[in-house]
């Protein structure tokens, strides 16, 4: 969804101190320079933004609740997925820990105050609760994301990471005692996705942009958009979401495992389909990549906004011509949202240095070797004086 702080999705490269660690990984800074991953990324915020117009306009058209349902099978499987792709390197050290902090907890908390006031004030709700352990809203992936790379010495440590995910997704989809603190259930169902992430290579992603690929995912998708307009009238949308156990969603906790497995299975299908037909050169859009979690966090103003005023209650809005227009006007919204004079504006907020807040002598490792090799180098040169006293 996924660095931090300048990106939904982390990715490698933020700080200066992290970009000179890349310039020392041939890997890392090819990865750093793949548009790829910016072109998924923007798409993704792109459909995000999207699903979320759609929210109020959805219960007039099958085809638009159709619609939303195929977006929200994947678009935040694939958020996390690369998410997860991106922290294979997270160590727990210093450095690490430092932006995981300032580019994930910093917005967390300014975002899940940020909105709760205003609702306040635009909707005049003064009873909305200002709480940082019921994420609201969008906030939720934050929290997510900051327990998903704590976590990810762990999974990157034990031999089947993914088998033991998904168990504990399974899990947790039968267990309504885990409770909506800090969106827990999210955390966890939606766990099996960054796991992926982190067990993925790059040849992975070569190998579902391939034609074969391509050419397979139009019907693939097509099929899905129907069984997703057929499912309508059939399936609880809830379990899109992962935000419920079964028995919250009325059901038997056996349905909740049963429908974790099939929509882990569908929701890769489709995130496969997305990638196939991501561009992988350079495109006008490639540099709103680095800027995602700014059109994220920033666009659900926007849209919560328009629904505290009433502006989705308009007539033409609920017909065909009116979802396009609020299609186009999202699309464009979050576009704005990702480009650099907002990143600017807002960089205080989603990158702040907090230098004061952390301790000096827990700055990385890299960072003091310089002040230790004149040390080993004068050690060494009387090392070799001594040699060559004794041999003469």
């Known amino acids: 969804m996924f660095h ?11 700080t200066p101190n992290e970009k000179d660690q890349h310039r020392s990984s041939p ?29 109020p306009l959805k219960g007039d058209s099958r085809v638009l609740q ?23 390197n997270f160590d727990g050290s210093p450095a690490r820990l430092k932006r995981l902090v300032t580019g994930v907890v910093v917005p967390y908390v300014v975002f899940e105050t940020a909105y709760p006031l205003f609702k306040r004030v635009v909707d005049h709700d003064t009873e909305t609760p200002v709480s940082l352990l019921d994420p609201y809203y969008l906030t939720w992936f934050l929290c997510a994301l900051f327990v998903w790379r704590l976590t990810t010495p762990i999974w990157r440590t034990i031999r089947h990471p993914l088998p033991v995910a998904l168990g504990i997704a399974l899990l947790a989809s039968a267990t309504p005692a885990v409770g909506d603190d800090l969106d827990l259930q999210r955390v966890l169902q939606f766990l099996p996705y960054f796991v992926l992430g982190l067990c993925l290579r790059p040849e992975h992603f070569r190998t579902v942009r391939t034609w074969p690929v391509r050419i397979a995912a139009v019907p693939v998708a097509a099929c899905a958009l129907a069984f997703s307009w057929w499912a309508v009238p059939r399936m609880n949308a809830g ?14 906790w056996w349905v909740g495992p049963v429908m974790q497995l099939a929509l882990f299975g569908c929701s890769l299908l489709l995130t496969a389909c997305f990638f196939s037909w991501v561009p992988g ?16 966090l920033l666009h659900g103003f926007l849209i919560k906004g328009a629904d505290y005023r009433g ?27 990702c480009t650099k004079p907002v990143r600017w504006v807002f960089r205080g907020v989603m990158e702040p240095r907090m230098d004061w807040a ?16 004149p040390v080993r180098e004068r050690e060494g040169r009387e090392r070799r004086e001594r040699r060559e006293k004794a041999d003469a």
């Open 4 to 14: 931090a702080a300048s990106s939904l999705v982390p990715s490698p490269g933020s």
């Open 27 to 55: 890997d890392r800074r090819s990865e750093q320079r793949d548009a790829f991953f910016d072109n998924a990324k923007y798409l993704a915020i792109v459909l995000v933004a999207v699903g979320h117009s759609w929210e």
């Open 66 to 88: 159709a619609a939303y349902q195929f977006v929200y099978a994947f678009h935040m499987p694939a958020f996390i997925l690369v998410s997860g792709y991106f922290s294979r």
């Open 239 to 252: 379990w899109l979401y992962h935000r419920d156990s079964a028995q919250e969603l009325g059901v038997p």
């Open 281 to 296: 050169r350079t495109m006008w859009f490639t540099a709103l990549g680095t800027g995602t979690l700014y059109g994220y």
């Open 311 to 337: 502006l989705f209650e308009a007539d033409w809005l609920h017909r065909p011509l009116g979802a396009i227009a609020v299609t186009v006007a999202a699309a464009a919204a979050i576009t704005l949202l």
């Open 358 to 373: 952390f301790r000096r002598d827990a700055a990385p490792e890299r960072a003091r070797v310089p002040e230790r090799r």
